[in-house]
């Protein structure tokens, strides 16, 4: 079947479903097949349970005029994302980077908001599945459009970027996270570029935050749109940052009081108000609108358990954003403070470097008590009395059971994989 033709009959759905438990009325259920199931087994229960069409690539599975088949229902997804996004020529914002990625989106998006009707991407569904299925939630209604895109190897955002086609670019930073796929820091800094690539290719502009050498040496060819501490030749020009522990930043004679936690939020914050300065939004609706945002889904938040105030941030972790979350932690103008880390995954042979070097990182920080798990903190564990080593989470619940934790500033930081929020349990 024809792009175009398919295109029109997506514009006559309820919308794209991928997963066949979430098929409404109506719905366009396309058949991605995972690493253990054919997709195309459930077009027969798309239909049944009320898509108006299902696209499959297994002929065995074909019925009847509302079953479409193609050579690849990813392919296919990628291509009408693709054609959608031309269809609707609304401009669209790309950022990636190593640390922020859905933080920053959901600042831009709050802050946009203000003044135009503004779809971004739901989650962190920011891959080449999620990309696409993005595009496609954006409508005739969509007057502008946020796009996440993650990435582990080599070429990623470059595809990504070839099918959102954005006008606008962001990179959060560059950092150590995914060195297993990207084969090093060199290959982190060189895949998330791909981004800058694309932007100089086609014209586009770029925000750039000016106190990062990586990204000012990246753009030097690039119309860009520049953030900075102090620096009365950037676009939106910072004069104080402080986190105590949320952030506030002094900006055109006003201060901005967020509900993020860390000094590593600051950069997430300013591009917000960058993008928000650029396309005319006022100072006032600006600072409304990131006084007004509180994080979820276990990305720095705050919150009080009995006598303990603690720190949640246990969504992800790479050594980049571990270093900064323990900066922060150490300049907390906080007594009797307890810091939980959790293993760093998809580092690869650098792994236990990595790890060992964060542990040495705080080996001076007599002033806190640190609870490593995981088996890479594990197998670098030191004498040190502050510093408590566990092999994996049973054996730390298991030493929980037996502590007594009062009026204690409590970070809790680690990996996804590692569900550290279940400390939560025991404090």
């Not at 086609?202 to 060819?221: A, G, H, R, S, W």
Request: charged fraction near 20%; proline fraction near 2%.
């Amino acid at each position: 079947m024809e792009i175009e033709i398919l295109h029109q009959l997506f514009l006559k759905s309820s919308g794209v479903v991928i997963d066949s438990r979430k098929v409404i009325k109506n719905s366009l259920f396309i058949a991605i097949n995972g690493v253990r199931f054919d997709a195309n087994t459930l077009a027969q229960e798309a239909l049944a349970n009320g898509a108006s069409y299902v696209v499959i690539d297994n002929k065995d599975f074909y019925t009847n005029e509302k079953t479409i088949l193609v050579d690849d229902s990813l392919t296919t997804l990628q291509e009408l994302a693709k054609f959608h996004r031309n269809y609707l020529k609304i401009p669209i914002i790309a950022l990636t980077g190593s640390n922020g990625k859905t933080t920053t989106k959901e600042l831009i998006q709050v802050v946009l908001s203000q003044k135009f009707y503004t779809k971004a991407t739901i989650g962190n569904l920011n891959n080449h599945i999620g990309v696409p299925l993005t595009l496609l939630t954006f409508d005739a209604t969509t007057e502008m459009g946020i796009v996440e895109m993650g990435a582990n190897h080599q070429k990623e955002i470059e595809f990504l970027c070839d099918l959102a086609q954005p006008d606008y670019g962001y990179i959060t930073n560059f950092g150590k996270a995914h060195l297993e796929g990207f084969g090093g820091v060199e290959g982190v800094i060189k895949g998330k570029s791909e981004m800058y690539a694309y932007l100089v290719q086609n014209n586009k502009k770029v925000v750039v935050n000016l106190e990062d050498p990586i990204q000012v040496q990246k753009t030097v060819t690039l119309d860009i749109i520049g953030f900075g501490h102090n620096r009365k030749e950037a676009f939106v020009n910072i004069s104080t940052i402080n986190a105590n522990p949320f952030v506030t930043i002094g900006w055109n004679g006003s201060t901005i009081q967020s509900h993020l936690i860390g000094l590593y939020n600051a950069n997430n914050i300013i591009a917000a108000i960058t993008f928000g300065k650029y396309f005319g939004i006022a100072d006032e609706a600006i600072k409304k609108a990131i006084e007004s945002f509180v994080p979820d889904n276990n990305r720095s938040q705050l919150l009080h358990k009995d006598t303990n105030e603690i720190i949640l941030d246990a969504y992800n972790a790479n050594p980049s954003s571990m270093k900064v979350a323990l900066d922060n932690f150490v300049q907390l103008e906080k007594s009797n403070k307890i810091a939980f880390l959790g293993g760093m995954f998809e580092l690869g042979s650098e792994s236990l470097a990595e790890h060992k070097t964060i542990i040495e990182l705080i080996a001076q920080e007599q002033n806190i008590t640190f609870c490593f798990i995981g088996s890479d903190f594990y197998a670098n564990k030191i004498e040190q009395s502050n510093c408590h080593f566990f092999e994996d989470f049973e054996a730390l619940s298991l030493h929980l059971q037996h502590q007594k934790f009062q009026n204690a500033t409590i970070l809790i930081k680690g990996s996804r994989g590692m569900a550290l929020e279940r400390t939560l349990d025991y404090l």
